[in-house]
Antibody
Framework: QVQLQESGPGLVKPSQTLSLTCTVSGGSISSGSYYWSWIRQPAGKGLEWIGRIYTSGSTNYNPSLKSRVTISVDTSKNQFSLRLTSVTAADTAIYYC?????????WGRGTLVTVSS | QSALTQPPSASGSPGQSVTISCTGISSDVGGYNYVSWYQQHPGKAPKLMIYEVNKRPSGVPDRFSGSKSGNTASLTVSGLQAEDEADYYCNSYAGSSNWVFGGGTKLTVL
């Protein structure tokens, strides 16, 4: 079955760029009419949708993060990626990748990213 | 956009029913039938429990049901079991290719 796995640095310095990759296994990222999303969760807090991408490269972003977020896709590697610039401590969270259409039906296990000097 | 409003906590005894509310506005919950609910156990990823207001994915027990009236959606868990103790989050499409989550409700099985 299809599985998602996040990867990337667990520690990022303030003002730098957070970069994460989600690898899709057990199926092609291009099959079906799915979007691929990033969602984050600060420790002990709720979920926040960051944005999504279609395999054509079409993207949508949370308006509150839009100026700092870029999501890209590499269909040859069955991966999609997140870049978040100018990070602060407020960006410390567990970052999840997820498959989506109108809901989020498949999630990765999440990866903790801490912003600290 | 603002997060959807959920009660911070809910509780019930085994076998009882509990309902968790999720209040938004006319441009999110009230405007679309794209409300979903997620269950999250400690240290785990969220799991889709209800989509499009009242539909259950394969494998989700029929003890879980969803509904919507106006700007408020609800998740009902009937016949509470110990394993239902978890955090629950609602989510709604908010228009303009944007999605918003609720703040989460911690469900305790007494």
């Amino acid at each position: 079955q299809v599985q998602l796995q996040e990867s990337g640095p667990g520690l990022v310095k303030p003002s730098q760029t957070l970069s994460l990759t989600c690898t899709v296994s057990g199926g092609s990222i291009s099959s079906g009419s799915y979007y691929w999303s990033w969602i984050r969760q600060p420790a002990g807090k709720g979920l926040e949708w960051i944005g999504r991408i279609y395999t054509s490269g079409s993207t949508n972003y949370n308006p509150s993060l839009k100026s700092r977020v870029t999501i890209s896709v590499d269909t040859s590697k069955n991966q999609f990626s997140l870049r978040l610039t100018s990070v602060t401590a407020a960006d410390t969270a567990i970052y999840y990748c997820a498959r989506s259409v109108w809901d989020f039906d498949l999630w990765g296990r999440g990866t903790l990213v801490t912003v600290s000097s | 956009q603002s997060a959807l409003t959920q009660p911070p906590s809910a509780s019930g005894s085994p076998g009882q029913s509990v309902t968790i509310s999720c209040t938004g506005i006319s441009s999110d919950v009230g405007g679309y039938n794209y409300v979903s609910w997620y269950q999250q156990h400690p240290g785990k990823a969220p799991k889709l429990m209800i989509y499009e207001v009242n539909k259950r994915p394969s494998g989700v027990p029929d003890r879980f049901s969803g509904s919507k009236s106006g700007n408020t959606a609800s998740l009902t868990v009937s016949g509470l079991q110990a394993e239902d103790e978890a955090d629950y989050y609602c989510n709604s499409y908010a228009g303009s290719s944007n999605w918003v989550f609720g703040g989460g409700t911690k469900l305790t099985v007494l």
